[in-house]
């Protein structure tokens, strides 16, 4: 058997899948660096990020942890206000759900839900308080000076092919097959992760409309509801169809309103110079 082949389980064995996801935008309804800017009175952050962006200086994703080592405006931020920025980031509908429904799909799949961000580990480990263990949680972390609080360093930010190294950590450690990882994500930072499960034979799901990520995602769920990204792990790994679908999450008191299961090709036909004199004569 292929070194890249999962075992084949046991009879009644219980198949473990560590399912992933990114937080601005994927968990969140926000993000979580335009809303510290705010809290410290900073104008201009999506301008800084556009500007490291054109650069290429940094991986994306990790704009605002660069920015919080380096630009002067920034440099006055302190661990209690990540904190605070996690208390006030809305969260998407459903969130708090989202570990207890996972573990409750199915007796023969346990799901390990993770998270993994760019973002400071401060913030979404504040924002996600009560609903997943810290441990389950892995973001920047900072270096800080004892006596002002100054972020004097970043230790480690799992931004773009980070993520990467976050899952292959996390894959060994809970002895997860190659093709038993999910990866939820909603932009460019999320690329390399969805790529390197893809490679592995997982499922990867792009919540957002970003138009490199839904090229590379296997599936993608538009929603403002958390929930609704399970729907993929539902039909693809357990194998159910809409109905049931629909009636697992009306037992839990959740009603589907809407869902539509499109698929649109965007496209711009343009002629070339000698097909357009032909059409013209």
């Known amino acids: ?26 968990l969140s309804a926000g993000d979580s660096g335009e809303l510290l800017a705010e809290l410290l ?61 996972l573990a409750s799909l199915s007796p023969e799949h346990r799901f390990s839900l ?13 924002a996600l308080d009560g609903i997943l263990p810290p441990e389950q949680i892995f973001g920047t972390r900072f270096a800080y000076d004892e006596a002002s609080g100054e972020i004097q360093s970043i230790l480690h930010c799992p931004a773009g092919y980070g993520k990467v190294a976050v899952l292959s950590e996390l894959q060994e450690r ?25 490679r592995l034979g997982g499922l990867t799901i792009a919540v957002s409309e970003h138009r490199h990520l839904t090229q590379v995602a296997r599936r993608t769920v538009l929603s403002d509801d958390v929930l609704g990204c399970t729907i993929p792990l539902l039909e693809e790994i357990l194998g159910w169809d809409g109905a049931r679908v629909q009636a697992a999450l009306e037992a839990r008191g959740l009603l589907i309103r809407s869902w ?22």
């Open 260 to 281: 539509d299961k499109l698929r649109a090709d965007s496209l711009v036909i343009q002629g070339t110079g000698e097909a357009l004199a032909q059409a013209g004569g």
């Open 41 to 101: 009175g900073i104008g201009g952050f999506e301008e800084r990020v556009r500007g490291l962006a054109r650069q290429n200086f940094v991986q994306q994703g990790a704009e605002l942890a660069y920015l919080l080592r380096h630009d002067p405006d920034f440099r006055v931020a302190r661990r209690e206000h990540l904190v605070e920025v996690g208390r006030r980031i809305p969260l998407k509908r459903h969130v708090e759900q989202l570990p207890a429904l």
């Open 1 to 26: 058997m292929s070194h890249h082949e999962d075992p084949i389980p046991s009879v009644g064995a219980t198949q473990h899948y560590l399912v992933a996801s990114d937080f601005d935008y994927t």
């Open 174 to 198: 809970l002895a997860i097959g190659q093709r038993k990882l999910v990866y939820l994500g909603d932009g460019s930072s999320d690329i390399h992760a969805m790529l390197h499960v893809n």
């Open 114 to 126: 993770y998270v993994i961000s760019a973002s400071p580990v401060e913030v979404v480990r504040s």
